[in-house]
């Protein structure tokens, strides 16, 4: 007979359950304000860029590269943020930095610029108001 197969003694307990396992996100609390504060100050660029980049082509006036690089500017804090898969964040990073550098280098606006950031952003608002987030399971 082995020791296992004895039934338990008064003083003895039994193993309490092993605690539930949190994901990396949910285990450090500290990510949680600079996550919105990144979350907040990525849309509030973009938005700023965004409406320069729209009132320019309803009025019909030039812009230089400055609204473009505070758009991807945003872009790139926003994704960093929000966007929790690794390669697909750095990704739309590396994208975003990429194409103001480009701006920025080129240094003029055309119309088709404006039109590009223009519907671009349209179709991601879109999706996001349309695509319902996953739950998790509980």
Do not use: C
């Amino acid at each position: 007979m082995t020791h296992s197969d004895l039934p338990p003694q008064e003083n003895q307990t039994p193993n309490p359950p092993d605690p539930p396992v949190a994901s990396a996100r949910e285990d450090s609390d500290s990510d949680h304000p600079t996550q919105v504060m990144g979350l907040m100050i990525g849309t509030a660029l973009m938005f700023i860029g965004f409406l320069n980049v729209f009132l320019s082509i309803s009025g019909g006036f030039e812009i230089n590269v400055v609204p473009f690089l505070i758009y991807f500017g945003g872009l790139a804090v926003w994704s960093n943020a929000a966007i929790e898969t690794p390669i697909i964040r750095y990704g739309v990073m590396t994208i975003a930095v990429s194409l103001a550098l480009a701006l920025f280098q080129y240094g003029e606006v055309l119309f088709w610029h404006k039109q590009v950031v223009f519907w671009a952003t349209i179709i991601i608002v879109m999706y996001f108001m349309f695509n319902e987030p996953k739950k998790p399971a509980a």
